[in-house]
């Protein structure tokens, strides 16, 4: 009998540690010197492996741009869900949500230039990121605290969509003009959200 030569299979829990690790040096690589410097041959450097490695786990730089998408994305919907958790009153859990979510972006602001502010990105990487229903997901919250607000489904979409696009907005104006003095974020979101259920 013989010996099949070659590594032993990895198994999916190796796989995903690599991937995560893979994923782990992009983010560094981009906090320090930006998306430009993210390269499966530099990762493959940092990571200690060889960029076919790389390319057997991911399918180019856009595809690790997504799972560092999709990493930053599930911290802020926990970040989230985590603030909701004692809260009771359909109101009071929106006005929560939205806060919690436009804080996150101003506590965080590497994170929210990595998803929002990207260069070299295409728009139809971006599209096909927001279609993916993981990505949707983290939205749905926002669909559904709406929908419990409202008396009912008319205009759910729009309202929902807009404050959204209100709170990217809000956090954008934040991290980018630093020293304008801005009220504060309960303050805005208290506005947005008055808006949205009267």
Not at 10 to 31: G, M, P, Q
Not at 123 to 142: A, N
Not at 147 to 152: E, H
């Amino acid at each position: 009998m013989t010996k099949a030569s070659g590594r032993p299979p990895r198994s999916e829990r190796d796989i995903s540690e690599f991937r995560s690790k893979v994923v782990k040096h992009a983010l560094t690589l981009y906090r320090e010197e930006g998306f430009g410097a993210v390269s499966m041959r530099r990762l493959a450097r940092e990571v200690g492996c060889a960029p076919m490695t790389i390319y057997a786990h991911f399918d180019g730089k856009t595809d690790i741009l997504r799972h560092l998408w999709s990493d930053v994305l599930a911290d802020m919907a926990d970040y989230i869900r985590k603030n909701l958790n004692p809260i009771v009153e359909p109101v009071d859990r929106l006005q929560s949500a939205a806060q919690s979510f436009v804080t996150y972006w101003i506590d965080h602001p590497d994170h929210f230039r990595l998803v929002f502010m990207s260069n070299d990105v295409e728009r139809s990487d971006v599209g096909t990121f927001m279609r993916d229903p993981k990505t949707l997901e983290h939205f749905q919250l926002f669909t559904d605290l709406v929908a419990g607000v409202l008396s009912s489904e008319d205009h759910a979409k729009a309202k929902t969509d807009t404050l959204v696009s209100a709170m990217i907005g809000m956090a954008l104006c934040y991290n980018t003009i630093h020293d304008y003095p801005w009220v504060s974020v309960s303050a805005m979101t208290g506005q947005l959200v008055d808006g949205i259920i009267n």
